[in-house]
Structure formats: structure tokens, C-alpha cells
């Protein structure tokens, strides 16, 4: 089986299989933010397409997707390539996605209720699930949902595609610090603080929780990163 078709079978999000090109999309999505496909190197959608059994077409559409997104170039006729986060990018977006999701959590909690809570409470919970199936992808998607649904309660949507970009770089920076990555720690009690200040009604220990929570992340996965944005005026 070929790595990125093996990516596909691996894949412990069952929304992901439900159409082909969302299959092919998510095994390429997965292997360049887990460092299985390098920067620079090229996508040839002949070879995709024969190592996992679609139509050139279908691989086509996923790499718009991740072109989109910011994981890919295409480059004329010279092809396509996997882009590069550089730790510069990667320190700009973890300063905007700071400074977004800071705002974001002020404005949520003017809407935050028990639904809210339980829909956060699920995405957690399967976050937990993935951490302990070492299912790193998954992982960093669910992650991922968790931010952008808190921040879809601030009802600034323009904003969204900006924070998801940054979240999603943010990721693919700190997950390429090698082969060996680290096992996290419970999602459920990272993400508490998170949680609690948003039931206190407090907005600025919101504010302060969510900060935190993405410091304590990088501080964890990429220290120098960490020293980067920290050595910038961005609160």
C-alpha cells in the first residue's frame, strides 16, 4: 500500500471518506502537515491518482483545496509543490491568531450557553480519542474545530477563513519539528481553562485563557517560536 493511500485507510475521522476527492484531499492534507511530504517536493496527479485509485480530475480538485489553503503552489506548467511555513509566517500567524481568537472569545461569550458548551465538550472528546490513538492528523483537525467553533460564536465570519489559515500553519510548523513528534497531553485538560473561563462570564479571563492556552501549546511543540512572537508587541 502506498503512504498516501496507507494515510487514507489510517484516517479516524469517518466524515472523511464520505466522497472520494475529500478522501484524497485529507491523505495529501495529512502528509504534508505530518512532514511526509516535504516543501518543494512535487505532486504529479498522475502518480497520486494511480497510488490511490481515482481519476486525475478528483486529485485535481484536492489540490485546489490545498492550494487554498496555502499547503501547495502550482506553478504552470512546472506543476505542483508543497509550499513552505517559515518560522517568520508561522510567528505572524500565531500573533493574528492570538489577537483574533483574544477578541473572539470577549465576543462569544455574550452568546455562550449549555449547547454551545456540549457541541465543544463533543469536539473534545474526540480530540481525546485521536491523542490516544496516536492519530496525529485527526488530531490537529479536531483541534482545529474546537478554535473555529468557539470563534464562530463571535459572529464575525469575514475573520474566519483568517484564523483557520493560521491555525492550520501554525500546526504544519510545529508538527515538522521531526519524525519523533510528542504524544500530547490530555485535549479535555489542556482545554480546560478554556472551558471554565468561559462559564465564569468573565471576558477578560477569557481573553487571558485563550492567550495562554496557545502560548503553553508552543511552548511545548516549538520554544523558539514561542521566544519569537514573544519578543514582538502583540496583545
Not at 20 to 48: D, F, M, R
Not at 73 to 98: C, D, L, N, P
Not at 158 to 171: S, T
Not at 225 to 234: A, E, F, R, V
Amino acid at each position: 500500500m502506498s503512504m498516501l493511500a496507507e494515510s487514507i485507510s489510517k484516517t479516524a475521522m469517518p466524515d472523511l471518506r464520505v466522497r472520494k476527492g475529500n478522501a484524497v484531499y485529507h491523505a495529501l492534507k495529512s502528509a504534508i502537515l505530518l512532514s511526509e511530504l516535504a516543501p518543494e517536493e512535487a505532486i504529479g496527479e498522475q502518480q497520486v491518482a494511480g497510488q490511490l485509485g481515482c481519476s486525475q480530475g478528483t486529485v485535481r480538485e484536492a489540490l485546489l483545496r490545498l492550494q487554498d489553503d496555502g499547503l501547495v503552489q502550482r506553478r504552470g506548467y512546472r506543476g505542483t509543490f508543497v509550499s513552505r511555513t517559515t518560522m517568520t509566517e508561522a510567528a505572524e500567524m500565531a500573533m493574528i491568531r492570538i489577537r483574533l481568537e483574544s477578541t473572539g472569545i470577549r465576543r462569544a461569550q455574550k452568546t455562550f450557553d449549555e449547547g454551545r458548551r456540549r457541541v465543544l465538550a463533543d469536539v473534545l472528546e474526540q480530540m481525546e480519542a485521536a491523542n490516544e490513538a496516536g492519530d496525529s492528523y485527526s488530531l490537529s483537525e479536531y483541534d482545529r474545530l474546537f478554535h473555529t467553533t468557539l470563534f464562530e460564536a463571535a459572529e464575525m465570519p469575514i475573520l474566519e477563513p483568517v484564523l483557520v489559515r493560521c491555525a492550520l500553519h501554525m500546526h504544519r510548523y510545529t508538527f515538522a519539528i521531526g519524525p519523533e513528534r510528542k504524544k500530547e497531553l490530555s485535549p479535555i485538560a489542556v482545554h480546560a481553562p478554556i472551558m471554565e473561563a468561559l462559564a465564569s462570564g468573565d471576558p477578560d479571563k477569557a481573553a487571558l485563557a485563550v492567550k495562554t492556552h496557545i502560548e503553553d501549546v508552543l511552548g511545548r511543540w516549538s520554544p523558539e517560536l514561542l521566544k519569537k512572537i514573544q519578543s514582538q508587541t502583540y496583545a
